[in-house]
């Protein structure tokens, strides 16, 4: 079951600074989280991150997890453990527990409460893939796969239906047929073309022509 964190405001911490630390930040940039990246050392794509103001580099070493999550204030509420080192990795998880964290390690999917899968995003679409933690590579494989299906036309359409289903609640009150003229629209071959070239207006235009006569061609 695959859910979506609500971690606006919340403080999340991901202790590392190399690839797959940088990919996990990644993924929660859009969650309006107060994101710390701790890390001896970072790499190129975590530095750009920090030139964006979105995510807090913060430079030291940790000799002792413990002794680390004691010394934070304020606590996270989401801790993710992405060192290239598993006792470490470990340590952290185990030490955030005890403050009633959440926690995330990249290498060992049975200590973590959750898992984050890979966001495919295209406009307004996101889709999650995940493996289970059994092959994050493959996930990143199969996100971008999915990134390559979706077309310029599929956004269009995607506001030609906002567009539309704010105007059928009105004109319109049973959900059902709501829903099956919103699919008639879907498949319609003039509107399809119009999204296809483009032009959002158009389709727009002939979208309402046949919310208006109540049915579809």
């Excluded at 996270?76 to 470490?88: I, Q, R």
């Excluded at 290498?107 to 994050?136: E, M, Q, R, Y």
């Amino acid at each position: 079951m695959l859910l979506d964190l609500k971690l606006d405001g919340k403080l999340v911490i991901v202790i590392g600074g190399g690839k797959e630390a940088t990919r996990k930040v990644q993924s929660l940039l859009d969650s309006d989280a107060v994101i710390w990246m701790i890390s001896q050392d970072f790499s190129a794509e975590a530095l750009k991150l920090g030139e964006t103001k979105k995510v807090n580099l913060i430079k030291t070493e940790i000799k002792d997890a413990q002794s680390f999550l004691d010394s934070l204030n304020p606590k996270p509420d989401v801790l993710l453990a992405a060192t290239n080192n598993s006792k470490l990795n470990h340590a952290l998880i185990e030490a955030a527990l005890k403050y009633g964290c959440l926690v995330y390690a990249v290498d060992n999917p049975a200590l973590s409460d959750f898992i984050l899968p890979a966001i495919a995003k295209i406009g307004n679409v996101k889709i999650a893939i995940s493996t289970g933690g059994k092959s994050p590579a493959m996930a990143h494989v199969l996100r971008e796969r999915i990134e390559n299906l979706i077309t310029p036309q599929d956004l269009l359409a995607i506001e030609l239906q906002a567009k539309v289903r704010s105007a059928l609640k009105s004109r319109v009150s049973d959900p059902k047929d709501r829903s099956k003229l919103l699919y008639e629209i879907l498949d319609n071959v003039n509107i399809k073309r119009a999204l296809l070239e483009g032009n959002l207006a158009e389709a727009q235009k002939l979208a309402m022509k046949l919310v208006e006569k109540g049915e579809t061609k």
